[in-house]
């Protein structure tokens, strides 16, 4: 069995998993008629959509297995940030005082699927969105511009979420 | 557990109504955005958390996860994409003038 076969089996049977876990989480139920029903469809939809979903080379591995415990930490401290950056917004609106701003910064960060998840991430913080990603150069619109240096900026806008990123998708 | 969900709901109706006030008051489009797309996160957040509470342990909960799941997957993307828009139409963004800034003590080195 060459490398080639075998990350080969390893894309279905990484398809198979997920369509299979988007099938328990829809349906909720697990009598063995539609756990049986889900797997047999799944196993014949990653046959036939693996080459679209993962990547050819085995070099993109690691962008599909994330590390799960902490992907469940790194949700908890979005939503933690989201809540409190919203009051902030909200005190914002009330009292009118905004000083918005737009900054420039680098990420560290190597694989696409984390830059991509980064992007988003201070998109669904309010208080900033994010207008350009170029390879690992973002453009950030944020409302409460405390500071024009890029690299404090950075530290601020993307610190909790980088630190955390560079550990689940390295 | 009801007393609960009646608080995330609170807090849903608090940002979404905060958010349109935001819409209304705030000088341009990115700030607008910034106000629509924030108020929507956590109110639309807290609405999905108070549903979740209330089903219970039942398939409604695990359909409200994945629902939030797709929710914080698209909701970024869409503002991301309506403020690359705006940026790469060169609609160039608002700002407080250099002695307003002083005047809010905030960083001025240019």
């Known amino acids: 069995m060459t490398e080639r076969t075998r990350w080969n089996i390893a894309r279905v049977l990484l398809t198979t998993t997920y369509l299979l876990g988007g099938w328990l989480l829809f349906t909720w139920s697990f009598e063995p008629g539609s756990v049986l029903l889900g797997l047999v469809h799944a196993i014949a939809i990653a046959l036939l959509t693996y080459p679209i979903f993962i990547e050819e080379y085995e070099a993109a591995r690691r962008s599909h297995l994330p590390r799960v415990e902490l992907l469940g930490i790194y949700l908890l401290v979005l939503v933690f940030n989201m809540y409190v950056a919203s009051f902030r917004v909200l ?3 009330l009292r009118g005082r905004i000083n918005p701003g737009v900054t420039h910064f680098r990420t560290r960060l190597r694989t696409d699927i984390a830059r991509v998840v980064l992007t988003s ?23 409460d511009a405390r500071t024009r240096h890029s690299k404090y900026a950075s530290k601020l806008i993307a610190g909790p979420y980088e630190r955390l990123l560079r550990r689940i998708w390295a | 557990m009801t007393w609960v969900a009646l608080f995330f709901l609170g807090l849903g109706a608090v940002f979404s109504l905060m958010g349109n006030i935001g819409v209304l008051v705030f000088p341009d489009i990115y700030t607008r955005l910034q106000a629509s797309s924030t108020c929507s996160t956590t109110s639309i957040f807290s609405v999905f958390v108070a549903c979740m509470i209330l089903s219970g342990f039942t398939p409604i909960t695990g359909k409200i996860l994945v629902i939030t799941l797709f929710f914080f997957i698209t909701n970024p993307i869409s503002a991301h994409i309506i403020a ?21 003590g905030a960083e001025t080195d240019d």
């Open chain 1, 91 to 93: 005190w914002q609106i």
């Open chain 1, 121 to 143: 991430s201070i998109t669904l913080t309010p208080g900033t969105i994010t207008l350009q990603l170029d390879d690992d150069h973002l453009i950030v619109h944020w409302l």
């Open chain 2, 84 to 104: 690359r828009y705006a940026w790469q139409s060169e609609i160039v963004p608002w700002r407080r003038t250099y002695e307003q800034r002083r005047m809010l």
